[in-house]
């Protein structure tokens, strides 16, 4: 019998065929929505191995209920979906999609920054609504990017990377980091900070952590109130790092000037949410990686972390614990 994969959205067929000889695999067939819980309990009863996505929550009942289970690949380089102690206890591999990602979710944060700074959504909203009367001094004007100085909190592969196209802005980079960076300090000319430096000194935050047990809540009342009141805040990490009813009362209170937002701590976000009500917020619907070149290989590095393990091989990008 070969081996069973399921893999938990759907994926273009023409990917997927490089493993269908040797394995046998099923998909959800929805690509729009997440597979049901029970489905997933009863697919991970069965399978060697799951390719999953950061929406499934692969906590320690459905690790349990794998009898074969050798392996959860996940379709990000975030795990926090994954209870990753509770799998190694089992001996259940768990993998991620490192650096393949780095480059398009640097320019989709660096992007959010530039569109939440200079009004790019509501502007382009303006014209479509047939708002545009004349030309005007101030119309519309937001806030300059080139030398201002950028903070940013998390800086790992995605964080140095848009450090790198903040360097080219002219920016003066700041950064927070579980450690320091010598290479971005004599490259960049990055400036290593407290976090509570980051957060006085930058014009521009931008956070680019895990989400872990330490990140959960860390941008909260406090942590905005030592911002500059012309602050803008960009989070492309993962939503619960932030206090959402406290960004909210920041922002209506003119505590920080502005927010965009690629992840949120309910995904996706309700469109009544009051965040998205305010005229400062940008949000985009968790599209950091969401490039067709990028997805697709975040998708083979998955499959050939699958069809390593299955061959009793090491794993190329393992997590872990
Ligand atoms: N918006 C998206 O679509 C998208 C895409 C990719 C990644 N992400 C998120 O971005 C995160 C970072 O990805 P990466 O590839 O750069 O990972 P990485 O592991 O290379 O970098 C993470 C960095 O955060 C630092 N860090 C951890 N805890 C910290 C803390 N408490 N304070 C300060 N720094 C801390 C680490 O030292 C590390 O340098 C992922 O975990 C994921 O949640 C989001
Ligand atoms: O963690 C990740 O990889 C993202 O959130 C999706 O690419």
Redesign the pocket.
């Known amino acids: 019998m070969k081996p069973y994969i399921f893999i938990t959205r759907k994926l273009p067929e023409q990917v997927v065929a490089r493993l269908t000889e040797k394995y046998e695999v099923k998909m959800w067939d929805k690509e729009d929505e997440a597979v049901p819980r029970d489905r997933l309990l009863l697919e991970a009863k069965k399978a060697d191995a799951l390719l999953t996505m950061l929406s499934d929550s692969i906590d320690e009942e459905l690790l349990s209920v794998g009898e074969k289970l050798k392996l959860i690949a996940n379709l990000?380089?975030?795990?926090?979906n994954i209870n990753v102690k509770a799998a190694a206890e089992k001996g259940i591999l768990v993998t991620n999609t490192?650096?393949v990602?780095?480059d398009t979710?640097a320019d989709?944060?660096f992007g959010l920054l530039l569109a939440t700074a200079r009004r790019l959504v509501e502007a382009a909203e303006f014209v479509k609504e047939g708002k545009w009367q004349s030309w005007s001094p101030l119309l519309l004007a937001g806030h300059d990017v080139h030398h201002k100085t950028i903070g940013v909190?998390?800086?790992?592969?995605?964080?140095?990377?848009v450090a790198k196209r903040a360097k080219g802005f002219d920016m003066n980079i700041l950064y927070?980091?579980?450690?320091r960076?010598p290479k971005a300090e004599e490259d960049l000319g990055a400036v290593y900070c407290s976090?509570e430096e980051i957060l006085s000194q930058s014009d521009f935050i931008v956070c680019?952590?895990?989400?872990?047990n330490?990140?959960k809540n860390?941008f909260n009342q406090e942590s905005f109130k030592k911002m500059k009141k012309s602050a803008i805040f960009i989070n492309?990490?993962?939503g619960a790092v932030v206090n959402e009813k406290d960004l909210y009362e920041a922002l209506i209170n003119g505590e920080i000037a502005a927010v965009g937002l690629?992840?949120f701590e309910k995904e996706p976000i309700s469109a009544n949410h009051p965040l998205l009500q305010l005229p400062n917020v940008v949000a985009l619907p968790?599209?950091?990686?969401?490039s067709i070149e990028t997805r697709t290989e975040m998708m083979h590095l998955c499959l050939e972390n699958i069809d390593l393990v299955l061959s009793g091989k090491k794993p190329k990008t393992p997590v872990t614990h």
């Open positions: 990000a380089v975030g795990y926090d490192p650096d990602l780095t979710t989709l944060t909190v998390g800086m790992g592969s995605i964080g140095e990377t927070h980091n579980r450690s960076k976090f680019l952590t895990p989400l872990t330490e990140t860390l492309a990490s993962r690629d992840v968790h599209i950091g990686s969401a």
